[in-house]
């Protein structure tokens, strides 16, 4: 069974940095990909960035292209999202989300992916 945890949320002022983690495990397939998701309430969840295992492929929205970049770790099963530049409107819950195997492109779409995260909340306010 696949797990992930996330990591890394916190308070900061607009212009400010944070890095997320999501720590992956019980991956069985060659080709994963993992993407970052972020909700705020009443609205639906956006797909902000994805990578495919081996960092070769990686998507963002228009919304963060440019300011957020998607890593895989060394050890292969830790996923980063290096946020720069942030803004208000980038307040929101966080999530990493994972499925097995090849999805659509660009793969950004919430009902593509099976396994989730608990989420990590990200504040921008001054």
């Known amino acids: 069974q696949v797990q992930l945890l996330e990591s890394g949320g916190d308070s900061v002022q607009p212009g400010e940095s944070l890095r997320l983690s999501c720590a992956a495990s019980?991956?069985?397939?060659?080709?994963?990909?993992v993407g970052w998701f972020r909700q705020v309430s009443g609205k639906e969840r956006e797909g902000v960035a994805a990578?495919?295992?081996?960092?070769?492929?990686?998507y963002y929205s228009e919304s963060v292209k440019g300011r957020f970049a998607v890593s895989q770790g060394n050890d292969k099963n830790t996923f980063y999202l290096q946020m720069n530049d942030l803004k208000p409107e980038d307040t929101a819950l966080y999530y990493c989300?994972?499925?097995?195997?090849?999805?659509?492109?660009?793969?950004?779409?919430?009902?593509?992916?099976?396994?989730w995260g608990q989420g990590t909340q990200v504040t921008v306010s001054s």
């Open positions: 989300a994972l499925t097995q195997g090849a999805i659509g492109e660009p793969p950004l779409k919430a009902d593509e992916y099976m396994y």
């Open positions: 019980g991956i069985t397939a060659s080709i994963v990909v």
């Open positions: 990578i495919y295992t081996g960092g070769r492929l990686t």
